[in-house]
């Protein structure tokens, strides 16, 4: 009984306390209160009392005339007998100022809406990534972590950022025509200015003619995308120019200030009666039209004896073989792992990539036992002559050269990659690799193989001190049809350019080709001792524009040389950006924009003029 009286006065009590809570008494505001310098505004759903003077808001309790007066009193004494009108009009100017407050703070909302939207599709442009990715993934996953970090209210902000596939396209071409538009300005204002074409084609079996600029700028050499346009049908010499020069005249940019043009060995770009070249030396007939070195390097390489080249595709066979079926490639992988390799599968050959042979070759030297012990195990389809070559010194011997020699190869064609390569590296680095060649064929000839890692590692292991006289002849022969090659593709360098290298020590007499101006600033640089000392802290074309405001002529001479591509690395670098942009997936998507944006490093778009454009609308 008394369990019960007491569990019956708790709830007593607790009720109590409910209707306590629900009595606590709610002020509403009288227009009485005006006359105490008071209005009504509504914060957090709750009515409280303004002093339209200060401002100041007071709590819901203290909405009583005593209260208001004593604020009026105690704070604004000198206006206490001032007439009710007074606060009215005060009022008034109070409600202004909070609509004028809104307006500014929403069009400033929108505005910082339209700059997001602007710097979101920037980043998705230079990503490569589908436009649709920022209000799929970025725009969900932004309002994820600033919910998590300020709270449901902040992240409802991002609701008004337009972020749709169409709002991400056009802010991505309208960024692209403000970089073009800088660009165009820049290649028109510079002296002189060099190109580098290239054309290939995408997934969607079209044609696309590649161009980028290299000029001088704020004191400084620049690169740039010119564009990236398709070629309507064919790919002949007269297609690629229409295009090339339908851009020039529209945009104005002069021929006559062209120096050189870089491209790869096609015929269509090196014809010189019907293809671009013979064309555009009509323009301009003393722009100079340079053959990409990294190509030349490719086909100077090519050449190799017969029994090399056997061996090289015995290779390409045994890969092919394994990487055919997937059963033999799960195999090949189990007895890698069994083995402890460190590389569990071999490498596709493919022709068009510079670096493929070498590594491919690598590959399977180092996995020669694996292979071996595989076409022991999986004799089918011809898997026992593939079989013997693993058991062959000779042949061994021989993939074992080709392996270092490619490497070297490799080496030589990276060192070519990039984009500060200027004509007079590219020349260096040709003539430290002939040299090699003549080493490496001298040491040959006298039985030493230190030059070459890979085989010298394998006769070591296999307790062998020299080669067979067939090995060893195989070598030499490679050796010097490879010089032979490079020397083809590649000439004596011209001396009289060396002056461009070195201003400090050329004897000005031997040059030919220089104004009388040109040889005597020549002549006053190679005597100043100032510049002698801080040539070697600058790159030569920054050399070349630091001195350019007292040695004009011969400074622009230098430059023209230092302008020209030596390679089209960036036209290729691109056309890699394209592919990954336009995919099977984006089939349709015309890729200029995004590639302009994604490449192009020295140009930033001007958002905030873009911005300053817009009217400024909030998403729906």
């Not at 001032?82 to 929403?106: D, G, Y």
């Not at 033999?328 to 460190?342: H, L, P, Q, T, V």
């Not at 050796?479 to 350019?497: E, G, I």
Request: hydrophobic share 35%; glycine share 4%; with cysteine.
């Amino acid at each position: 009984m008394k369990r019960w009286l007491k569990s019956n006065d708790s709830a007593s009590d607790e009720a109590n306390e409910k209707s306590s809570t629900s009595k606590v008494k709610r002020r509403k505001f009288c227009n009485e209160y005006l006359a105490f310098g008071f209005t009504s505004t509504n914060l957090n759903g709750e009515e409280r009392p303004q002093c339209v003077i200060c401002y100041e808001v007071l709590s819901n309790e203290s909405m009583k005339p005593a209260k208001l007066r004593r604020h009026l009193e105690t704070k604004h004494q000198d206006l206490r007998e001032k007439s009710k009108s007074f606060f009215q009009i005060k009022a008034s100017e109070l409600e202004r100022s909070k609509k004028t407050m809104m307006k500014t703070a929403t069009g400033t909302n929108n505005e910082n809406a339209v700059l997001a939207s602007y710097q979101v599709s920037l980043l998705v442009a230079k990503s490569g990534k589908p436009h649709t990715i920022a209000e799929e993934l970025i725009l969900p996953c932004a309002k994820i972590m600033v919910s998590a970090m300020l709270g449901d209210k902040a992240s409802k902000e991002l609701d008004i950022i337009s972020l749709s596939n169409s709002t991400v396209k056009s802010r991505i071409d309208e960024m692209s025509g403000n970089v073009k538009e800088q660009l165009i300005l820049n290649v028109k204002a510079s002296p002189f200015y060099a190109l580098q074409l290239d054309e290939s084609t995408d997934i969607s079996n079209d044609a696309n003619l590649l161009a980028y600029v290299r000029y001088e700028h704020n004191d400084g050499i620049n690169e740039d995308l010119l564009f990236c346009m398709p070629l309507p049908s064919h790919t002949t010499g007269e297609a690629i120019f229409e295009v090339l020069n339908k851009f020039m005249s529209t945009h104005e940019i002069p021929w006559d200030k062209c120096v050189a043009v870089s491209t790869d060995g096609a015929r269509a770009m090196t014809g010189t009666r019907i293809g671009l070249q013979a064309r555009v030396k009509k323009m301009n007939p003393s722009i100079v039209w340079h053959h990409c070195c990294i190509h030349r390097e490719a086909l100077a390489a090519k050449n190799m004896p017969e029994k090399l080249k056997t061996v090289l595709d015995d290779i390409v066979q045994v890969v092919n073989f394994i990487k055919a079926r997937p059963l033999n490639s799960r195999i090949f992988g189990m007895i890698c792992e069994e083995m402890g390799s460190i590389h569990k599968q071999l490498l596709l050959h493919a022709e068009v990539r510079w670096l493929s042979r070498g590594k491919v070759v690598s590959r399977v030297f180092e996995l020669r036992d694996e292979i071996r012990i595989f076409f022991l195990k999986n004799s089918v389809g011809g898997a026992n002559k593939h079989a013997d070559k693993f058991n062959d010194f000779g042949w061994l011997s021989m993939a074992a050269y080709l392996a270092d020699i490619f490497n070297a190869l490799n080496e030589l064609n990276l060192g070519l990659q990039g984009r500060d390569n200027n004509i007079f590296q590219v020349e260096d680095k040709i003539e430290t690799m002939l040299k090699k060649i003549d080493l490496w064929t001298n040491r040959t000839i006298k039985q030493n193989y230190n030059h070459f890692p890979t085989l010298a590692a394998f006769l070591e292991s296999s307790g062998e001190a020299t080669l067979s006289t067939q090995v060893q002849d195989e070598m030499i022969k490679h050796l010097r049809t490879l010089r032979s090659s490079f020397r083809n593709y590649f000439p004596v360098p011209d001396k009289n350019k060396t002056w461009i290298v070195d201003p400090f020590n050329t004897d000005v007499t031997d040059i030919i080709g220089l104004t009388t101006v040109q040889e005597n600033q020549l002549i006053e640089i190679s005597c100043d001792s100032a510049l002698k000392r801080t040539f070697k802290e600058f790159s030569l074309s920054s050399f070349w524009l630091n001195v350019k405001k007292d040695y004009k002529e011969i400074s622009e001479e230098a430059l023209k040389h230092l302008l020209l591509f030596s390679t089209t690395y960036l036209c290729e670098k691109a056309f890699s950006a394209l592919v990954y942009t336009k995919n099977k997936y984006r089939n349709r998507l015309h890729v200029e924009s995004d590639l302009r944006l994604q490449l192009n490093s020295n140009i930033n778009p001007n958002i905030t003029n873009l911005v300053a454009k817009k009217q400024h609308q909030p998403s729906h």
